[in-house]
């Protein structure tokens, strides 16, 4: 199935490319001279405790965060630093937040169907057709004419997902996209995202979910204090951590 | 009471057309000063750091300007000394003055209201709307404004009562309107001036109230769920 992504490839080189970025916040070094590439087709987990900068670093990736020196291009093209350029790059990364961030005020299908109508320019008939075929996917086509505080988070999150991909991305990002759920919920929102990487999205993943690392992961990154301090397969890297900070990661999360 | 009701024989009409003049004042700068304090909020949340900068010196410095030295100065200075003529007719030319006055200090209050509204919205809500590719002025018009202004009914009902009563200053700005009857009335029917006093005031309550109700009811029913 991913030969349907490769196929419409505009590029050769990575989706993702980082290389040296580096950002403070005051005094504190957030990033630390990271480079990372995510190919085509691949979904990369970053891992790590919190105040590693994973967050920070997803969030540079559509600018959302400045960084103070490096590179970052998505499909080769380096990223601008505001204008419409920046705003056109945007649309085809697609970002999935912890806390949801639904447009409070409309509804579910005109959330999902706002970015294709007035960044693509789309018709109205033919975004609401793309709108509730993304919904029927990720479960919540029946609530489509309802707004987003009446629906539970789960099915929040499932919509801020299909508004992301209503904009045709070449990359999802997501920030901690089940740090918010409650326990019940998260799994609808991994098998959603299981899903989408089996269909051969690229992916990078902010998570906690350590069982989502090793169903979904093609490549396990783990960052603490700004670094990247270790990067494998999630076989290798739950099995047989290298770094003394990793071990100690995993080792904190099977005492509980 | 018997005077009271000669006063309305004698001022009637009159009182009801100059307090005509003071809600057609409020009807025209509303929805000037509206218009205007929206731009200045957008400026004062852009990105652009001098959009910025103008936005707040425009609201700091109108502001803190008394109503009355804006409303003079149109007069004076405007039509007095740059002949400022907007029409040919010579007291619509003082009413649209007055508008413009009224307009330009009222736009820095609602430009505020509109502001604290903006505070209502998460940032969350921005993000959203960047991530899927809307630049800043979409953003602000389909995302951020739509929600700001529903969070903001409540201070913006107060913007508009204080210009309702403030359309009482264009006196100052040789507008026939009510508190300028007011007074000559005073002058004339002393032997009513309480009466006097109470009715204009009545006047304002009467218009006033609903306002405020309708103000209350509609930030309840307006109010965003989150």
């Known amino acids: 199935m991913k030969s349907e992504q490769e196929a419409s490839a505009s590029h050769a080189g990575p989706i993702v490319e980082l290389s040296g970025v580096n950002k403070h916040y005051g005094d504190l070094h957030v990033l630390q001279n990271i480079n990372l590439e995510v190919s085509k087709g691949e979904v990369v987990v970053i891992l790590g405790p919190s105040g590693s900068g994973k967050s920070t670093l997803c969030r540079t990736i559509n600018r959302l965060e400045t960084i103070d020196e490096g590179s970052i291009a998505i499909d080769g093209k380096k990223l601008p630093e505001e204008g419409k350029a920046l705003a056109k790059l945007r649309a085809d990364v697609g970002m999935v937040f912890q806390s949801f961030n639904l447009f409070a005020h409309k509804t579910i299908l005109e959330n999902v169907t706002l970015g294709p109508i007035k960044v693509k320019g789309m018709k109205k008939a033919e975004a609401d057709k793309l709108a509730m075929s993304l919904l029927e996917r990720v479960g919540v086509a029946n609530q489509s004419h309802k707004l987003p505080a009446q629906l539970s988070g789960g099915q929040q999150q499932r919509v801020a997902i299909a508004r992301a991909l209503a904009m045709r991305p070449k990359v999802m990002l997501f920030d901690e996209p089940t740090s918010a759920l409650d326990p019940e919920m998260i799994n609808e929102v991994l098998d959603t995202m299981v899903g989408l990487a089996h269909e051969g999205m690229t992916m990078l993943v902010v998570t906690h979910e350590m069982g989502f690392a090793r169903k979904a992961a093609d490549r396990v990154i783990f960052m603490a204090d700004g670094q990247i301090v270790e990067q494998s397969s999630p076989e290798d890297f739950f099995t047989n951590p290298q770094s003394d900070r990793a071990k100690d990661f995993l080792g904190k999360l099977i005492t509980h | 009471m018997e005077g009271y009701l000669s006063l309305w024989d004698e001022y009637g009409s009159r009182i009801m057309e100059s307090f005509w003049a003071n809600l057609q004042l409020t009807f ?161 029917r002393a032997d009513v001036g309480v009466l006097i006093f109470l009715t204009v005031a009545l006047m304002f309550v009467i218009v006033v109230l609903p306002i405020g109700a309708l103000v209350t009811w509609l930030s309840k029913r307006l109010a965003v769920a989150r």
């Open chain 2, 28 to 188: 025209w700068a509303a929805l000037a000063s509206l218009v205007l304090g929206t731009i200045l909020a957008i400026m004062r949340i852009s990105p652009i750091p001098s959009l910025r900068a103008f936005g707040a010196a425009y609201v700091n410095i109108i502001r803190n300007t008394p109503l009355t030295i804006i409303l003079t100065f149109g007069v004076l200075v405007l039509f007095g000394v740059f002949q400022l003529k907007l029409t040919n007719d010579f007291d619509l030319n003082f009413f649209q003055i007055a508008i413009i006055g009224l307009s330009i200090y009222h736009a820095a209050f609602f430009c505020e209201a509109i502001r604290s509204g903006v505070n209502t919205v998460p940032l969350g809500q921005a993000e959203a709307a960047r991530a899927i590719g809307l630049s800043f002025l979409p953003a602000a018009w389909l995302v951020i404004l739509p929600q700001a202004f529903r969070g903001a009914i409540a201070p913006m009902g107060n913007v508009l009562i204080a210009l309702i009563k403030n359309t009482t200053v264009a006196i100052a700005g040789s507008v026939a309107e009510i508190s300028g009857l007011m007074k000559t009335m005073l002058e004339y």
